[in-house]
């Protein structure tokens, strides 16, 4: 499972936590088919040299975005015990699932042709990421500062490998992504 299981611990009655665990496997289903569309896409568009180029800047500047929101506003809401702009930040479909792990499997999906250890440690970068993300979310709903602290610092430590993972196939004439 790439992105990860539904939240259905949250204390809620037995019915909800079904719908939560459905509502997780539809979830799921729409991310898979996001990830083939995109894997589609990618093919045609890297087919193309002067688009290939044009999505890596657009995936570059998309997951920098991501990045400056990780470590500006998720930080900060931590910091200042904001738990409902953490929630906000981490929710499923929220701004850091699309300006980071959204920028990250379509990174994954555009190396599809590198070799097999690459692609079982992107997959688990990005899985930890997600897992990191919703410890965070988790955290705030608790209004646990220190655990959403600890889940930050360890989606950082998985951001960081995605960087230098990346970096080891963007083409030269491409500026590498900056250091979490």
Known sequence: ELFGKAKSETGKGEGEAKRSTRGGFLRAFAIGALFTGITVIT????????????????????FEQGTLAFNNKLRKAIDDKDFASAMELTKPE??????????????????????????????????????????????????????AAKAWEGARGQLSRFVLLANRRIPDDIPPLSDV
């Open 43 to 62: 093919a045609i568009v890297l087919s193309y040299p002067r688009l290939e180029r044009l999505a890596y800047l657009q995936f570059s500047s998309l």
């Open 94 to 147: 929220g701004e850091l699932e699309v300006e980071l792990l959204q920028p990250m499997v379509f990174w994954a999906a555009g190396n599809a042709d590198a070799d097999k250890e690459y692609l079982a440690e992107l997959e688990q970068v990005i899985q930890s990421t997600k897992a990191a993300l919703d410890g965070i979310f988790t955290a705030a709903q608790s209004k646990d500062a220190a655990a």
